[in-house]
């Protein structure tokens, strides 16, 4: 059973949230494609993540990752050996591809595959006038005695 979400409600009061909820309606979609080979997201730091994937049986030129505007792809295909013939094929060798959508100022930092695994090093680095900065407060010099304002006297009525 599948359940859809109308995030129509939301657009009528919010102002540039539409790649939020873009990416939200997606995400429902996305969740029918197949989750294998089974993989991990974790936050290794505090503004850097690391992408690991099972891909046992496959060899670096077997798998390709492409980065493009916010999206990192990672395919998988398996060049087969026709000489061989299987009596039993239990270890899963079909393609693959996993897409995720990457936030803002999120970069590849480089991948690495062991044992495996593949994992992609990911790191946020928001540029310099994008962080925060402390702004200085002015204040006006003081105004001393000697800069006291000067009186107008009346002239008396005889």
């Known amino acids: 059973m599948a359940t859809s979400y109308d995030y129509a409600p939301l657009f009528r009061s919010s102002v ?11 995400a429902q979609r996305a969740r029918s ?3 294998w080979p089974p993989y991990d997201i974790v936050k290794t730091g505090d503004d850097s993540y690391r992408i690991v994937i099972a891909v046992a049986g496959f060899a670096g030129d077997d798998l390709d990752i492409t980065f ?5 792809t990672v395919t998988g295909k398996k060049q087969e050996a026709a000489a061989e013939a299987y009596l039993y094929r239990g270890i899963a060798g ?22 495996g695994l593949l994992s992609v090093d990911l790191v946020r680095e928001i540029p310099e006038e994008m962080k925060p900065r402390k702004i200085a407060i002015e204040s006006a010099p003081a105004l001393g005695p000697s800069a006291a304002p000067a009186q107008i006297e009346a002239q008396k009525v005889a």
């Open 94 to 115: 079909r393609p693959f591809e996993h897409r995720f959508e990457l936030a803002d100022h999120v970069r590849v930092n480089g991948a690495d595959l062991k044992n």
């Open 68 to 72: 493009q505007s916010n999206l990192l």
């Open 33 to 35: 494609i197949s989750d």
């Open 16 to 26: 540039g949230f539409d790649r939020v909820f873009n990416l939200l309606e997606n």
